[in-house]
């Protein structure tokens, strides 16, 4: 199951007895402050969580499975994250 953003506003809804709105609202204002850190090169570390960073990465040379050409992809930056040792524990564990 994938936990989407709907299901965080009604989780937290459910839980902390604020309206549905201002639950709703909070979500969307620590997205958007985790989007601007990442857009401006800063790192996001969110304690006993993880760390996500924007990293750049360099031309390189792909490959279309479905038909085995060869593709050039650009230049980009991806999101990376990088789980704490508390949370990665916690998976591994099953608690």
């Not at 969110?46 to 990465?57: C, E, L, Q, W, Y």
Request: charged share 35%.
């Amino acid at each position: 199951m994938t936990l989407v953003k709907d299901d965080l506003v009604q989780r937290l809804y459910d839980q902390s007895g604020f309206s549905k709105y201002k639950v709703r609202a909070a979500v969307e204002t620590v997205f958007e402050l985790i989007k601007k850190a990442l857009e401006s090169g800063d790192d996001v570390l969110i304690s006993r969580f993880g760390k996500f960073s924007a990293k750049k990465k360099g031309p390189r040379r792909g490959r279309n499975h479905a038909t085995g050409e060869n593709l050039p992809i650009d230049a980009g930056t991806v999101v990376a994250f990088r789980c704490s040792p508390v949370m990665r524990d916690r998976i591994n564990d099953g608690r």
